[in-house]
């Protein structure tokens, strides 16, 4: 009898720890930034590369960049203001206008101090990473003539708990193109980081699901 009550008493710590195993493994965290929460950007804006239907875009805006690559300005720069709620390694996910016109782009996480500055002032050229302009895209939906929107799933970054800003830099066009002055664009909707698995489904947070379609009329017998 002795024999078998300690044998329970082990199969139920096994199961104990084997739970507290599976919570951890199933947490993670996620980060959704609207594009045109940008607290800072010197690249000029164009509403026509917002498209025609607001209505599928996250929060019905978006911060939509456009300008030929002559007019330029370098650096080319967006900042938003990020709050990472625990240490992991974060995909970078974008949902962007048709990422055969986004420019080269590059970006780093400058981890801020308690005065709400970054902790320590990096080098011009210091922590970047280019965005692969072939990672994969998925979920795309035209947005009116010529544009379309779409999710690229681009690097993970380890982060630790903490404020940041994301700096990004738009640093010339995209090298499919070969023309003299070729347009540049840059229509963020949102930037999701996020330390768990993700099917992108339009603005969709994670968690969410669409929205029931009302039923159709009847009386068309």
């Not at 782009?105 to 320590?120: E, I, S, W």
């Not at 050229?125 to 072939?134: I, R, V």
Request: with cysteine; aromatic share 10%; hydrophobic share 35%.
């Amino acid at each position: 009898m002795e024999k078998s009550a300690k044998i329970i008493r082990i199969s139920m710590a096994s199961l104990f720890v084997g739970s507290l195993l599976t919570a951890t493994l199933a947490s993670g965290a996620s980060v959704w930034i609207e594009g045109e929460s940008a607290f800072k950007s010197n690249m000029q804006q164009n509403p026509w590369l917002k498209g025609e239907n607001p209505k599928i875009l996250s929060a019905n805006d978006t911060f939509a960049g456009l300008m030929n690559a002559a007019d330029l300005p370098n650096p080319c720069f967006i900042l938003y203001k990020v709050q990472i709620p625990e240490d992991g390694s974060y995909q970078f996910w974008m949902r962007q206008s048709y990422k055969g016109h986004m420019g080269k782009t590059r970006v780093r996480f400058l981890q801020l101090g308690p005065d709400g500055k970054p902790a320590k002032t990096p080098g011009a050229e210091e922590g970047w990473t280019e965005l692969d302009l072939d990672s994969p895209v998925f979920d795309q939906k035209p947005n009116g003539s010529n544009r379309t929107i779409e999710w690229v799933k681009y690097e993970a970054f380890k982060l630790t708990k903490g404020d940041y800003i994301l700096d990004m830099q738009v640093t010339g066009p995209n090298p499919g193109h070969t023309e003299a002055n070729p347009p540049i664009w840059m229509m963020i909707d949102v930037i999701h980081l996020t330390t768990e698995p993700f099917t992108p489904i339009g603005a969709l947070k994670p968690g969410e699901k669409p929205s029931a379609q009302p039923a159709g009329k009847t009386d068309y017998y």
